[in-house]
C-alpha cells in the first residue's frame, strides 16, 4: 500500500498545484489588489510546497561520509572525554566520534566482514 501512495504522489502534488492555481485564476478578475497579491502568494507557496514534497532536502544539508578512515587508538587526536559509539565483531572494533556523526548521520562500514549502518 506505501509503495502504490508513493508512486502516485508526484500525481497528488501536481494536481494540487493545479488546483491552487486554476482556483487563483477563478478568483483573479474580481479581487482587489490586495487579494491579488494574496493570491499570488498562496500559489506561490502551494507550487513550493509540492516540490519540496517530493524533494529530499536532507540531502542538502547533511553529507555522507562516503570513505571514512581510521587509526589506532595510540595514534587519535581524540580528547579523553569525547564521546564515541563503538562497534566490535570478533577481533575487530571501530570507533566513531559522535561530533562527525552529528553531522553526517550515517555510514556505511564494513566490521569483522560484516556490512554495517551506523547511524546517530
Not at 52 to 77: C, I, N, Q
Not at 97 to 119: K, Q, S
Amino acid at each position: 500500500m506505501a509503495m502504490a501512495v508513493r508512486q502516485q504522489a508526484p500525481a497528488y502534488s501536481l494536481i494540487a498545484a493545479a488546483t491552487a492555481f486554476a482556483l487563483a485564476l477563478l478568483l483573479w478578475r474580481r479581487a482587489s489588489r490586495l487579494r491579488q497579491v494574496l493570491l499570488g502568494l498562496g500559489v506561490c507557496l502551494a507550487c513550493a510546497a509540492a516540490v519540496m514534497a517530493r524533494v529530499d532536502y536532507f540531502e542538502w544539508m547533511f553529507h555522507p561520509l562516503t570513505a571514512p578512515g581510521f587509526e589506532s587508538a595510540a595514534l587519535s587526536k581524540l580528547d579523553p572525554s569525547q564521546m564515541v559509539m563503538s562497534v566490535r565483531l570478533g577481533a575487530e572494533a571501530r570507533a566513531y566520534p559522535i561530533y562527525e556523526m552529528a553531522y553526517h548521520h550515517v555510514l556505511n562500514d564494513v566490521v569483522g566482514g560484516v556490512p554495517i549502518a551506523v547511524t546517530y
